[in-house]
């Protein structure tokens, strides 16, 4: 069993930069996929970045491409997502998901992902 907790978010003025963390207890980290999503006051719970297990292959909402990265370290059961030139409409909780490895696509509902961190503020004023 992974148990995702995040840290790193905050207070910030737009442009400024985030990085985000991840850490995952349990044993088997390198064997699942990892996802970052985000939920905003009144708004549906979005993905915002996914890595597969290797690192390979990686997806992006279209609203953070180039603007956001994401990574991972499975030596240190840790992943990443580095946010750059934020942005007031990226204010909201970020929440670090995981799901068993499986074949990659271009959809990451949230409904496949079984394991949740309790969440980080990330806060961009104006």
Known sequence: ???PVESGGGLVQAGAS???S???SGLTF???DMAWFRQAPGKER???AAID???SNTYFHDTVKGRFTISRDN???TMFLQMNSLKPEDTAVYFCA???ARPWAVVHPSSQYNYWGQGTQVTVSS
């Open 75 to 77: 030596a240190k059961n």
């Open 53 to 55: 297990w290797a690192g």
């Open 46 to 48: 979005e993905v915002v």
């Open 18 to 20: 985030l990085r985000l």
């Open 98 to 100: 995981a799901r068993a």
């Open 1 to 3: 069993q992974l148990q």
């Open 22 to 24: 991840c850490a995952a």
């Open 30 to 32: 390198s064997t699942y």
